[in-house]
Structure formats: structure tokens, C-alpha cells
């Protein structure tokens, strides 16, 4: 096993690779940090994990609006195997919201 610092370096000055993960919408690989992770519960329950933290089958999104709707449409769905109830996708939509409300604002300025 090899020690770190708490820099992230690895002993003899070498850093460790940042986690990569694939968002489940559109496939595409990325840094973890990049990403937005969605859990299922032990419940099975599915909910946003915003630390990337929290225990249970877990799947990446990108925060952007088009990957949410893919994600929500289906793609959560086989990665978490699970179904996704009408309870479920509400939260999911009311979280990607914000995705589609900061594109909206940047349209806006860009007219200005």
C-alpha cells in the first residue's frame, strides 16, 4: 500500500490518478468530482447523493440538463436496477432544475 500526503502525493513525490466514472446517460468518462453520483437506498428508495458519500448502488450523472433527462427517462433505471417510481422522478426533476435554470440564465445574458 502505498502512503500519501495529505497533498494527495503519493511518497517519492508521485500523485495518485484522480477516480474516473462514466455517466450513465451519455457514456461519456470523466473525473469523479466532474460528476453528480444518484444512490439507491437500502429501502430502494433513489435519491441524490450530493458528497458521493452515502451507502447503497450508486450511478454518475453529468450536471447537465440533457444527461438528466436521458438518466431519469431510463438510463438510472439499469443502473441502479431498480424502478424508478413517479415519487422518485419528481425529485430527480426537481433536482436537475437547476441545470436547465442556470443554461436559461446564460442564454438571457448572452442576449444582453
Known amino acids: 500500500m502505498t502512503r500519501t500526503s495529505s497533498s494527495g502525493q503519493a511518497a517519492g513525490g508521485r500523485t495518485r490518478p484522480r477516480p474516473q466514472r462514466t455517466c ?3 457514456r ?4 469523479q468530482s466532474s460528476f453528480v453520483r444518484v444512490v439507491r437506498t437500502a429501502e430502494g428508495r433513489v435519491q441524490v447523493d450530493e458528497r458521493g458519500k ?11 440538463a440533457a444527461c438528466w433527462q436521458r438518466g431519469i427517462a431510463g438510463a438510472l433505471q439499469g443502473a441502479l436496477r ?11 426533476r426537481a433536482y436537475a432544475e437547476r441545470f436547465t435554470a442556470g443554461r436559461a440564465d446564460k442564454d438571457i445574458e448572452g442576449r444582453a
Open 82 to 92: 431498480v424502478t424508478l417510481t413517479e415519487a422518485d422522478r419528481e425529485a430527480l
Open 54 to 64: 452515502a451507502p447503497g448502488r450508486g450511478a454518475y450523472l453529468h450536471p447537465s
Open 24 to 26: 450513465v446517460a451519455c
Open 28 to 31: 461519456q468518462e470523466a473525473d
